[in-house]
């Protein structure tokens, strides 16, 4: 059993930065791909990034690249998503995943381990 919880969330204007970070306990982190997904209100949750155990590989829906940075320090357990010049469309609650398969399949079907959330939200 992993557990997982998301913190780092806040109220932001357009433009601004925010990192989130994601700690695990109940496992090694090491041993598992791992994910950032997003819920906005009324939509479905989708995939964000992507990394993989070593940390080498990433993956990021065309949204947020060039604005996001998923990374991982596997020493303290934890995976962190550097948020760069957000937009108001950014605005979700952020989750992370943690999966025993790749990460470059890794989808909201293939995680099977959830943190609660953080809630970003950013004004224009």
């Known amino acids: 059993q992993v557990q997982l919880v998301e913190s780092g969330g806040g109220l932001v204007q357009a433009g601004a930065s925010l990192r989130l970070s994601c700690a695990g306990s109940g496992r090694i982190l090491r041993n598992y791909a791992m994910g950032w997904f997003r819920q906005a209100p009324g939509k479905e949750r989708e995939f964000v990034a992507s990394?993989?155990?070593?940390?080498?590989?990433?993956v990021y829906t065309d949204s947020v690249k060039g604005r996001f940075t998923i990374s991982r320090d596997n020493a303290k357990n934890t995976v962190f998503l550097q948020m760069n010049s957000l937009k108001p469309e950014d605005t979700a609650v952020y989750y992370c995943?943690?999966?025993?398969?790749?990460?470059?399949?890794?989808?909201?079907?293939?995680?099977?381990?959830w943190g609660q959330g953080t809630q970003v939200t950013v004004s224009s």
């Open positions: 995943g943690a999966s025993l398969g790749s990460y470059s399949t890794m989808a909201v079907t293939t995680a099977e381990y």
């Open positions: 990394i993989s155990r070593s940390g080498v590989s990433t």
